[in-house]
Every structure is written in structure tokens, then in C-alpha cells.
């Protein structure tokens, strides 16, 4: 089946330190995105990539990197520095020629114990 | 950039009663404006979208229309059923660069049996 996995679904994390949330597809696209969901403020953009080595910031890009080695793969590290990284994260895939779907994978619930 | 606004935030109807969501977006280039679902613990899935160039589109129970002059967007269910209770996002993409889609906050629907 075609689709976009994310794991793990739920991650707890001590404070201080940095953890990376996964997430594959294999539906060939060639744009990859990270959202973060707080309750209230809907989906917002942390990074988002356009093609394999190459990534550009979001709207809320500060205490989070990204990596694209892969075009099947775009790994999101939440490090040290993001004050209140607790949230739902979503990662998305899409074509890259114009304006299409975009398919969410089914998140990641990150606590920050 | 876009800004998309998204009212209610919690709605409530009872089980065959139609359901409106309203969506206004800032950017009058934007031209792709998408519908999504999200079940509780889920990612967001695509339910409907329309595109510019469309002023009404309809899947069975669930129509979106667009009016480009005011900015504004609804998405219209129909006949509403308990399995409808879900949050609902509204997004907006400008055809400049790469397609990114701004987000509303979302709608808690609410349908009583």
C-alpha cells in the first residue's frame, strides 16, 4: 500500500534532550513537509522540502533541523533548544508540479517529561 | 504572505442538519484551496478542494464553494451523520514558488445523534 508512516506515535522525552521523529513514504513525492498541531492554532509549517538535499525553513523553524538524504525520507530532530516542543507532529508528502493533495501521514505525540 | 481565517471553531449540529464552514484568505493569488478532515489521534485527510478557476464543487454529501472577489471559501455538508464529528481544516495555496499551504485553525464539528 502507497502511503506516508510516521513513527514512533507516541515519544516521551526528558528535558535537555534532542530526539528525532521519523517519516517514510513510498508514493514518490517529491516534496516532503513537517506541521506541528497545538490545540487551537490548527497546522504550522516547522520545515518543508522540495527535492532530495535541499530544505527551507518554516514558519516555526527555530529548535528543529531536518535532513533529506532520501527522497523517501525526511527525519524531523526536535532538539534542546525548542522551549515547548509537547505537541502533535504531522509530516506530509506531495507532487511538486503544481498544486495537489497533500497526504498526511498519522503524527507523532511528543511529550516533554 | 497568505493568512487564512477560519469560523466557527466549534460547531454543533443535530444528525441531518447541514453544516457550514467559512474560510477567508488574504492572498488573491492564492489559487487552490483545499478541505481536510481529521479524526481524533489521526493525521489530516483530504475530503475535497477546489481550484480558481471553480466557483462551486460538489462530492455527494459535501460541496465547496469559492468566491474569488471577497476571499472567501465554505465548505457545505449536507444530511450531516455522527461519523461527520471530526475537526475540519480549511488551507490556502499561492501559485508563487513552491505550494505551500497555509492552514485555518480549524472547526470541531459536533454531530448529535
Known amino acids: 500500500d502507497g502511503g506516508i508512516t510516521q513513527s514512533p506515535k507516541y515519544l516521551f522525552r526528558k528535558e535537555g534532550q534532542n530526539v528525532t521523529l521519523s517519516c517514510e513514504q513510498n508514493?514518490?513525492?517529491?516534496?516532503m513537509y513537517w506541521y506541528r498541531q497545538d490545540p487551537g492554532q490548527g497546522l504550522r509549517l516547522i520545515y518543508y522540502s522540495q527535492i532530495v538535499n535541499d530544505f527551507q525553513k518554516g514558519d516555526i523553524a527555530e529548535g528543529y533541523s531536518v535532513s533529506r538524504e532520501k527522497k523517501e525520507s525526511f527525519p524531523l530532530t526536535v532538539t534542546s533548544a525548542q522551549k515547548n516542543p509537547t505537541a502533535f507532529y504531522l509530516c506530509?508528502?506531495?507532487?511538486?508540479?503544481?498544486?495537489?493533495?497533500?497526504?498526511f501521514g498519522q503524527g507523532t505525540r511528543l511529550t516533554v517529561v | 504572505g497568505e493568512n487564512v481565517e477560519q469560523h466557527p471553531s466549534t460547531l454543533s449540529v443535530q444528525e441531518g442538519d447541514s453544516a457550514v464552514i467559512k474560510c477567508t484568505y488574504s492572498d488573491s493569488a492564492s489559487n487552490y484551496f483545499p478541505w481536510y478532515k481529521q479524526e481524533l489521534g489521526k493525521g489530516p485527510q483530504l475530503i475535497i478542494d477546489i481550484r480558481s478557476n471553480v466557483g462551486e464543487k460538489k462530492d455527494q454529501r459535501i460541496a465547496v464553494t469559492l468566491n474569488k472577489t471577497a476571499k472567501h471559501f465554505s465548505l457545505h455538508i449536507t444530511e450531516t451523520q455522527p461519523e461527520d464529528s471530526a475537526v475540519y481544516f480549511c488551507a490556502a495555496t499561492s501559485p508563487a514558488g513552491f505550494q505551500k499551504l497555509v492552514f485555518g485553525t480549524g472547526t470541531r464539528l459536533l454531530v448529535s445523534p
Open positions: 506530509a508528502s506531495s507532487n511538486r508540479q503544481g498544486n495537489t493533495e497533500a497526504f
Open positions: 508514493l514518490n513525492h517529491d516534496a
